[in-house]
């Protein structure tokens, strides 16, 4: 069983940055043997869920939507058996707001970097809050 928490959540203005951070326990493996890919994911007010960016555990392969390509960075930190995954957030607008939730499934690096709807997931955190103001 994966365990996801985030963090870092938060309210900015436009144009402003944030850091989230996923830390993904539980797993029977180390990061490094394990082929679990995180993504994130969020869901904007009347909005459906939607993928922002994901990582694969073995090589850190990337996938982001064409929407935050160029202004969101997913990145991951291994200690031990506690991984953690980052979305740096820069250049927010307004229509970044919503719900940021974490999410993780088993998988191969191609479909990590593929376009992913949210069923796909299997594990999910339970959301943290970003609101940019105009």
């Known amino acids: 069983q994966v365990q996801l928490v985030e963090s870092g959540g938060g309210s900015v203005q436009a144009g402003g940055s944030l850091r989230l951070s996923c830390a993904a326990s539980?797993?029977?493996?180390?990061?490094?043997?394990?082929?679990?890919?995180v993504g994130w994911f969020r869901q904007g007010p009347g909005k459906e869920r939607e993928g922002v960016a994901h990582?694969?555990?073995?090589?850190?392969?990337?996938?982001?939507a064409d929407s935050v390509k160029g202004r969101f960075t997913i990145s991951q930190d291994n200690a031990g058996n506690t991984v953690t995954v980052h979305l740096q957030l820069n250049s927010l607008k307004p229509e970044d707001t919503g719900m940021y939730y974490c999410?993780?499934?088993?998988?191969?690096?191609?479909?990590?970097?593929?376009?992913?709807?949210?069923?796909?997931?299997?594990?999910w955190g339970q959301g943290t809050q970003v609101t940019v103001s105009s």
């Open positions: 990582i694969y555990g073995i090589g850190g392969d990337t996938y982001y």
């Open positions: 539980g797993y029977s493996y180390g990061w490094r043997y394990n082929t679990l890919c």
């Open positions: 999410a993780a499934a088993r998988g191969s690096s191609s479909w990590c970097r593929s376009p992913l709807p949210p069923a796909d997931f299997t594990y």
